[in-house]
């Protein structure tokens, strides 16, 4: 195949395993691609991750999530040797297309979907004023409801005012700790 061929051919596709195994799967295929000396027709393998921000144990933790379970992505160029290498990878269930015809991922969700993943140490804001009724969702107060009295935005600590045995008391949470009452 010529080289403005192969280019033209080029394109991401979406290839559905078993959830979990996402990572096994991109690593087996890579192994695959090499041993079979198809790196003229697969070029990437990735499964598409980005940091979020998570509490763990009353801390705050960056940690990579999957953004589609279940879900890796492959560019390549479809030919019958290509898609067979694919296709009978362990634990791949299948392209996600009609049929046996897989469906390439257009230029413009591919391009959203790297800046996703490239978008670097997730930001948090604290959308909260003081006076505003919030349940807590997380740790040991969870499930108790209370109002904002102090805002920290430096620690993303919030001091909220939670009702106990009748009386007032403040609790210094996480920004994640509570949502909004509505």
Same mark, same amino acid.
């Given at each position: ?16 395993? /078993? ?7 991109? +690593? ?13 027709? %697969?070029?990437?393998? %990735?499964? =598409?991750?980005?940091?979020? @921000?998570? @509490? ?9 999530? +999957?953004?589609? =379970?279940? /879900? ?11 898609? /067979? ?16 015809? =897989?469906? =390439?991922?257009?230029?413009? *969700?591919?391009?959203?979907? @790297? ?5 670097? *140490? ?7 004023? @003081? ?18 009295? *102090? ?27 509570? +949502?909004?009452?509505?």
């Amino acid at each position: 195949m010529a080289k403005q061929q192969i280019e033209q051919d080029r394109n991401w596709y979406v290839i559905h395993t /078993y959830s979990g195994y996402e990572d096994a799967v991109a +690593k087996n295929l890579k192994q695959r691609i090499e041993s079979l000396a198809m790196e003229d027709k %697969i070029f990437n393998v %990735i499964v =598409p991750k980005e940091k979020k @921000i998570k @509490i763990k144990n009353g801390k705050r933790k960056t940690v990579e999530e +999957k953004i589609y =379970p279940g /879900y890796v992505l492959v560019e390549m160029v479809v030919t019958d040797e290509s898609w /067979y290498v694919v296709r009978n990878t362990p634990r791949v269930t299948g392209f996600l297309g009609a049929g046996t015809t =897989p469906i =390439p991922v257009s230029k413009v *969700e591919m391009e959203d979907l @790297i800046k996703r993943m490239d978008a670097g *140490e997730p930001e948090f804001t604290i959308d909260f004023e @003081i006076g505003a009724t919030v349940k807590v969702n997380d740790g040991p107060f969870k499930g108790f409801e209370g109002k904002v009295s *102090e805002i920290d935005k430096e620690r993303g600590k919030i001091k909220v005012l939670v009702n106990m045995f009748g009386r007032d008391t403040p609790v210094e949470l996480d920004s994640l700790q509570i +949502k909004k009452v509505s």
